[in-house]
């Protein structure tokens, strides 16, 4: 059974840093690439960032490039996201996504979330 | 890039069928053919139900179908239940960007 299991939230002052991480199992982490989204408290679905299965390829939304950054650990299968610069706007629920292993760029497996909270 | 256009909420009786529009640009939803729609029931992670357009993960009910006219995709949910009572959230390939997301509209079965 494939899951995905977020920790690492929590409270955090403005300007602060956080590490969240995504634990695998179920299936080959190494073969999949791998996306965190986000959605703030009462608000829709926001793409945070994506990195291929070999981290080859990284992308960011505009909203935390430079700020925020993707790794993985294959041999350990998990994913990471090292959030540094917090503000406000940025407390959320943060998700780790799978993306199917077709072209099909959908997100086919997602974790239950961990809450990340940016406030003084 | 800006979020993909949903209306914020759709209602219908039992039984019926009903159609949520996610509005895009040339850049995106017009260009390819990487639509995904997603489900999310309160405090839920969201659920992968229709990805590349129209296309079904296994699992998911057929009455559930997608289509695409320009920049414009569509989910239609059809013979709704009550279970279907949950916010819906369209996502496309945006070329610069790897996902752009909808506003996500809220279905309310009456």
């Known amino acids: 059974e494939v899951q995905l299991v977020e920790s690492g939230g929590g409270l955090v002052k403005p300007g602060g840093s956080l590490r969240l991480s995504c634990a695998a199992s179920g299936f080959t982490f190494s073969s999949y690439s791998m996306n965190w989204v986000r959605q703030a408290p009462g608000k829709g679905l926001e793409w945070v960032s994506s990195i291929s299965s070999s981290s080859s390829y990284i992308y960011y939304a505009d909203s935390v490039k430079g700020r925020f950054t993707i790794s993985r650990d294959n041999a350990k299968n998990s994913l990471y996201l090292q959030m540094n610069s917090l503000r406000a706007e940025d407390t959320a629920v943060y998700y780790c996504?799978?993306?199917?292993?077709?072209?099909?760029?959908?997100?086919?497996?997602w974790g239950q979330g961990t809450l990340v909270t940016v406030s003084s | 890039q800006s979020a993909l256009t949903q209306p914020a909420s759709v209602s219908g009786s039992p039984g019926q069928s009903i159609t949520i529009s996610c509005t895009g640009t040339?850049?995106?939803?017009?260009?390819?053919?990487?639509v995904s729609w997603y489900q999310q029931h309160p405090g839920k992670a969201p659920k992968l139900m229709i990805y590349?357009?129209?296309k079904r993960p296994s699992g998911v009910s057929n009455r559930f179908s997608g289509s695409k006219s320009g920049n414009t995709a569509s989910l239609t949910i059809s013979g709704l239940q009550a279970e279907d009572e949950a916010d819906y959230y369209c996502?496309?390939?945006?070329?610069?960007?790897?996902?752009?997301f909808g506003t996500g509209t809220k279905v309310t079965v009456l």
């Open positions: 040339s850049s995106d939803v017009g260009s390819y053919n990487l």
């Open positions: 996504a799978r993306v199917d292993s077709s072209s099909s760029l959908g997100l086919d497996y």
């Open positions: 590349e357009g129209s």
């Open positions: 996502c496309s390939y945006a070329g610069s960007s790897p996902y752009v």
